[in-house]
Every structure is written in C-alpha cells, then in structure tokens.
C-alpha cells in the first residue's frame, strides 16, 4: 500500500472574484504548492451548477509533506502578497487528508 495522501479542499470564492480567481490567482498559488516537497499532483475543479464553488484535490507523496505543506501556507497567509489570494475567498467549507484503500 502507498503513503500517498491526497487532500480535499472545498471552498467558496466571493462572486465579484471568481474570474480574477480562475484567470489568475490560482495559477500563482499552484506554482507554490509545486514547489513544496513530496507534492504529486494538483488540480482544481469549479461546480457545475453552484457559481464560486471550488474543490481542490492535491495529491502528495505522505502524510507528513502534506500537513507540513499546509503549515507553511498557513504561515504565508500572513504575509501582505498574498492578500490578493486571500481576500478572494468567502468560506472554506471543507479540508481533509485522505488515503485510498482499494
């Protein structure tokens, strides 16, 4: 069995900045989670019918790149470049790490 972790985000971004969100600023994000050690694989999906609804599914190579991946963007999150990034989102409605069993 594998030590891959893959981590579900579910978040909800303001409607004035879903565009500027999807032509712009998760591309910036993206390129720094790649940057962390032990990250696999990232994409992004938009719900169909709910405008602003977002899930992330990121895939790393163990549990521990991802809790300690989590830590530095929570770090980050205090630092005035990012507040861009931040003030798009409205809610995190849902954040799990997950390992598949079959």
């Known amino acids: 069995m594998t030590d891959q972790v ?15 969100y ?3 600023i998760i591309h910036h994000f993206r390129e720094l989670v790649k940057s962390f050690d032990g990250m696999i694989s990232y994409q992004t999906y938009h719900a169909v019918k ?37 003030s798009a989102f409205e809610e995190v409605k849902f954040f799990l790490h997950v390992k598949q069993v079959a």
């Not at 893959?6 to 500027?20: D, F, R, S, W």
């Not at 990121?58 to 530095?72: D, G, I, S, T, Y």
């Open 6 to 20: 893959t981590e579900l985000v579910i978040y909800k971004i303001k409607p004035n900045q879903v565009e500027n």
């Open 22 to 24: 999807q032509t712009n």
């Open 50 to 86: 709910e405008e602003g609804l977002f899930v992330d599914q990121v895939v790393w190579r163990n549990l521990e790149c991802a809790e300690f991946a989590a830590e530095k963007v929570k770090e980050m999150q205090q630092d005035e470049i990012y507040a861009p990034y931040l």
